[in-house]
């Protein structure tokens, strides 16, 4: 779809195992516009990362967890996650996440042990049982929990709304302001596409991400169906400025920021 909006444009797909090292890259110039959950654009921003917010997605509940082993008898409840070892990656969406689950259980991030790692290296901590519990996204959460050997603790469903975005570096948008709202365009198109052509979505999917049909089927069913994206807009804005603020309470980021100073309103 992107090559149709933009035919005469080199395009170029760069994966990334997490939302902070992608900004990290857009920071430095090397990407221009790319996908992230809630959580990375404000650690960025308040690292004075250059950013823009562009458009959103609202997240799925299903598509992010935080999971456990099943034989693990220890954690059976979220209160029973104090004094345990908790993966995640730091930045994430999955930070949000936890943070929210241990307000939800009356705890503490001193409570808990994290356990800073990318989610490659947390699935073989995981695996490896050298963590008690590990805070995840798609596709990661489906191949754990077709293994037979986790079980999920909670999904995001009993935390509201929550948002995915589109990140563009700040010189890009200034120079190419009307390929924002094409870049969205070309985007909802393509997941319109998927919901006509189930199939041929899926086997693309299932060899873009290298994994078999079974768990990919399970990772696209976990989106809304279509699942589009949407220009930014005021209340999406608070939405993140009460994560960022409460982010600045703890002490999770050095700083108090202002989400709308990063923020883009796409050209009707």
Same mark, same amino acid.
């Given at each position: 779809?992107?090559?149709?909006?933009?035919?005469?444009?080199?395009?170029?797909?760069?994966?990334?195992?997490?939302?902070?090292?992608?900004?990290?890259?857009?920071?430095?110039?090397?990407?221009?516009?790319?996908?992230?959950?809630?959580?990375?654009?404000?650690?960025?921003?308040?690292?004075?990362?250059?950013?823009?917010?562009?458009?959103?997605?609202?997240?799925? *509940?299903?598509?992010?967890?935080?999971?456990?082993?099943?034989?693990?008898?220890?954690?059976?409840?979220?209160?029973?996650?104090?004094?345990?070892?908790?993966?995640?990656?730091?930045?994430?969406?999955?930070?949000?996440?936890?943070?929210?689950?241990?307000?939800?259980?009356?705890?503490?991030?001193?409570?808990?042990?994290?356990?800073?790692?990318?989610?490659?290296?947390?699935?073989?901590?995981?695996?490896?049982?050298?963590?008690?519990?590990?805070?995840?996204?798609? *596709?990661?959460?489906?191949?754990?929990?077709?293994?037979?050997?986790?079980?999920?603790?909670?999904?995001?469903? *009993?935390?509201?709304?929550?948002?995915?975005?589109?990140?563009?570096?700040?010189?890009?948008?200034?120079?190419?302001?009307?390929?924002?709202?094409?870049?969205?365009?070309?985007?909802?198109?393509?997941?319109?596409?998927?919901?006509?052509?189930?199939?041929?979505?899926?086997?693309?999917?299932?060899?873009?991400?290298?994994?078999?049909?079974?768990?990919?089927?399970?990772?696209?069913?976990?989106?809304?169906?279509?699942?589009?994206?949407?220009?930014?807009?005021?209340?999406?804005?608070?939405?993140?400025?009460?994560?960022?603020?409460?982010?600045?309470?703890?002490?999770?980021? *050095?700083?108090?920021?202002?989400?709308?100073?990063?923020?883009?309103?796409?050209?009707?």
């Amino acid at each position: 779809m992107l090559k149709e909006y933009f035919p005469n444009t080199k395009i170029e797909w760069k994966e990334f195992p997490a939302g902070p090292q992608m900004l990290e890259a857009l920071s430095a110039g090397s990407v221009d516009i790319g996908s992230v959950g809630n959580t990375p654009p404000i650690f960025a921003q308040s690292g004075d990362k250059e950013l823009r917010y562009v458009a959103y997605e609202q997240s799925h *509940p299903k598509t992010q967890a935080i999971i456990t082993a099943n034989n693990n008898d220890q954690i059976q409840n979220l209160s029973d996650l104090k004094g345990k070892r908790i993966a995640l990656q730091r930045g994430s969406s999955a930070h949000d996440l936890l943070d929210k689950i241990l307000q939800n259980a009356n705890l503490k991030w001193t409570d808990i042990i994290p356990i800073w790692l990318p989610p490659a290296d947390a699935r073989a901590a995981f695996d490896k049982k050298t963590i008690d519990a590990w805070v995840t996204w798609e *596709p990661y959460l489906s191949v754990a929990l077709d293994t037979g050997h986790a079980k999920v603790l909670t999904d995001s469903t *009993p935390f509201g709304n929550s948002y995915s975005f589109i990140i563009a570096n700040p010189t890009f948008v200034q120079k190419n302001p009307l390929a924002i709202n094409q870049f969205i365009q070309a985007i909802n198109d393509a997941a319109y596409w998927i919901v006509k052509n189930p199939e041929k979505a899926l086997t693309n999917y299932a060899n873009t991400i290298g994994l078999d049909k079974k768990i990919t089927k399970q990772v696209i069913n976990k989106r809304f169906q279509p699942s589009l994206i949407h220009p930014i807009n005021e209340e999406v804005l608070k939405s993140q400025q009460k994560i960022a603020d409460r982010f600045a309470q703890e002490k999770l980021i *050095p700083k108090k920021i202002d989400i709308n100073n990063v923020s883009f309103q796409v050209i009707p």
